[in-house]
């Protein structure tokens, strides 16, 4: 093998082996399981069994399977090839990804979109754009890594206030009077809670104190809201939210991709200024195919996005009628609250023992103490898919303790 046996390698190869050895022995390694099918309510995990139940992936409208967005992304696929071979600027841009941009557009009710080869990149793309030393971004504390790594990259008076707390968002916009402009940054929904940024406040202080506000609607595009425009719909605030990044990665075809939509001036800077779109290639026709259908079902009807609420709901109060906190409210990302990390690792371990994948998160990626087994609701579950689990996690409960 290349390289393998000079005294730099050999000594990097240990410390390498030592740092996997310090995440494993401070019980964060992360494992992934195989999945040995497409992705849905259903799986096929290897080497396990097949008719696995599937409670633990974004797929929040059940259309990472559905038969018209993979036709489309055949079809895509066929008229325009496997990819671009470039950024968009140099021989990059397809009728499609103009098309797709039009409509993600559209569908959010602002002026224009531009593409990203994930909502990570537009994170990390946008601030630095943006804001300079003379300007302010207000982050909420617990806001998503990709929005956190975009603010550090960009040159403006960093103020970080406390989960969703007016008072403290109120204080540091008063200290940041003194810069030319602010920007409000929250994620719309927060994906560990399933808790909802209470944006018509927000938008109220922005009004206030002459600030932007900016929101990361991964978790809430295609189904929050009356016709699943997010957040900003649901809470009557969409004339009032300046900036939208999103993904096409979750509910609108689970593929990849991420966008940013708003003002025109904004998004045309974007394309002049923001380094991941400008140095990374263009969005396979695929990709694009999956979420432009993924679009016009969800702009045809709200029926999709109405039937995951149904569910939703169903799993909440059927799980706290059996004695379980559900963090959150209303939104498809349930948190099941058990305190204990080891608790939470047996129990959800029990749970694809019973047939139903669910993942336990603990210390670091929640607080310590605050360990829980995240449940994720999809509009293609069906009542007894969402019964079963019930079942399996009330006798797992009784089984662990976490249940009289
Ligand atoms: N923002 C939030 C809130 C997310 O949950 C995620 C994905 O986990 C991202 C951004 C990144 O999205 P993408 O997968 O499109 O890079």
């Known amino acids: 093998r290349a390289a393998s046996g000079t005294a730099a390698v050999v000594q990097f190869r240990r410390r390498l082996e030592n740092e996997l050895e310090d995440i494993r022995g401070a019980g964060t390694w992360k494992n992934e399981r195989i999945i040995a099918s497409r992705q849905g309510p259903h799986l096929r995990l290897e080497g396990g069994g097949a008719g696995i139940l599937n409670f633990c992936a974004n797929n929040y409208l059940g259309l990472s399977s559905h038969p018209e967005v993979i036709r489309a992304a055949v079809e895509a696929l066929e008229k325009f090839g496997a990819g671009l071979s470039s950024v968009r600027f140099i021989c990059g841009t397809q009728s499609i990804h103009k098309d797709l941009e039009e409509k993600i557009a559209r569908f959010h009710q602002r002026e224009d979109a531009i593409l990203y080869a994930s909502c990570f990149d537009a994170n990390a793309g946008i601030f630095e754009a943006l804001l300079t030393p003379e300007d302010a971004v207000l982050s909420d504390e617990l806001n998503h890594a990709s929005i956190i790594d975009g603010i550090r990259l960009c040159k403006a008076n960093k103020y970080r206030y406390k989960h969703m707390d007016m008072q403290d968002l109120e204080a540091k916009l008063q200290d940041a009077q003194k810069h030319r402009l602010r920007l409000v940054a929250t994620d719309g929904a927060f994906s560990m809670d399933g808790d909802i940024a209470p944006l018509k406040e927000i938008c109220q202080l922005a009004q206030k104190y002459d600030a932007l506000v900016f929101i990361d609607e991964c978790h809430a595009t295609g189904f929050l809201g009356p016709n699943g425009r997010g957040t900003d719909e649901l809470l009557g605030v969409m004339d009032k939210v300046t900036i939208i990044n999103s993904t096409l990665g979750k509910a609108l075809g689970g593929a990849a991709g991420g966008y940013t939509t708003g003002p025109k001036p904004l998004i045309d800077l974007l394309r002049q200024?923001?380094?991941?779109?400008?140095?990374?290639?263009?969005?396979?026709?695929?990709?694009?195919?999956?979420?432009?259908?993924?679009?016009?079902?969800?702009?045809?009807?709200?029926?999709?996005?109405?039937?995951?609420?149904?569910?939703?709901?169903?799993?909440?109060?059927?799980?706290?009628?059996?004695?379980?906190?559900?963090?959150?409210?209303?939104?498809?990302?349930?948190?099941?609250?058990?305190?204990?990390?080891?608790?939470?690792?047996?129990?959800?371990?029990?749970?694809?023992?019973?047939?139903?994948?669910?993942?336990?998160?603990?210390?670091?990626?929640?607080?310590?103490?605050?360990?829980?087994?995240?449940?994720?609701?999809?509009?293609?579950?069906?009542?007894?898919?969402?019964?079963?689990?019930?079942?399996?996690?009330?006798?797992?409960?009784?089984?662990h303790g976490a249940l009289p």
């Open 273 to 399: 200024r923001s380094r991941p779109y400008l140095f990374s290639n263009s969005l396979p026709p695929a990709v694009v195919g999956c979420a432009s259908k993924a679009l016009d079902l969800l702009m045809e009807s709200n029926a999709i996005a109405q039937s995951m609420a149904a569910k939703t709901q169903r799993f909440r109060s059927k799980m706290t009628a059996a004695g379980f906190t559900i963090s959150g409210k209303d939104h498809p990302i349930c948190p099941v609250m058990l305190g204990d990390a080891r608790l939470a690792a047996v129990m959800a371990e029990d749970m694809l023992n019973r047939g139903i994948y669910v993942i336990g998160f603990s210390y670091p990626v929640v607080p310590k103490g605050k360990a829980r087994i995240r449940v994720q609701i999809s509009a293609v579950h069906s009542d007894e898919d969402i019964d079963r689990c019930v079942e399996a996690f009330t006798e797992v409960g009784r089984k």
